[in-house]
C-alpha cells in the first residue's frame, strides 16, 4: 500500500514538474537590436579629498576607477591637486615627504595615520587634511577619530571639523 502511495507522489510531482516546465514560452529565432554598447564604462567609484583653497578645507571628489586603500588616497594629498584643481585654486598644505603613509584601524574604529615626517611639523591645515580625507573614506562604516603620527610625534585624535 505504502509503495502504491509512493507511486501516486511520485507521478503528481512529474506531471507538475512537465506543466511548469512547457509554461507557454515557446523556441524562437534571434531578435537583432542593432550594435552592442561600446567604449569606456563610466565609473561609479569616486575618491573624497580635502584640499585647501582660501586657507580653509574644501572637499574635491575625483572620479576613480577602481576600490583605493586609504593610504593610496591620502598619497593624492601629497601628491597635490590636479592641473584642473589648481586652475579652481586648490592647493595642499601636505607636503609630499609625508608620503608613503600607513594606516592602523584600532578595535574601536579610529584610525591611525603614520607619515614619514614629523606630525609636530604638519600646518594645521595639513592635519585637517589627513583627519578629514582619513574620516571620509571610513565614513560608510563609521565616522572615525583620526590620530597622525609621525618620527615619534602624535597629533589627536581628532574629528573632521564640522563632521561630528
Known sequence: ?????AHRMLAAGLV???????????PSDAIFAGEPPSGPVASTMT???YLVKNGRLSAVTRPGGRPMFLTDTLALL???????????GLTTDVPPEAAPFSVTVRPAGD?????????????????EQIV????????????????????GQTVGPRDCPGQR
Open 111 to 127: 584610525v591611525a595615520v603614520n607619515l614619514s615626517t614629523p606630525a609636530d611639523e604638519l600646518s594645521t591645515l595639513a592635519v
Open 132 to 151: 578629514c580625507t582619513a574620516a571620509a573614506v571610513r565614513a560608510p562604516v563609521s565616522p572615525a577619530q583620526v590620530t597622525v603620527v609621525g618620527a
Open 78 to 88: 601629497a601628491a597635490g591637486p590636479t592641473a584642473r584643481e589648481q586652475a579652481h
Open 1 to 5: 500500500m505504502r509503495t502504491r502511495l
Open 47 to 49: 575618491i573624497t579629498l
Open 16 to 26: 507538475s514538474l512537465v506543466a511548469v516546465a512547457g509554461c507557454g514560452v515557446r
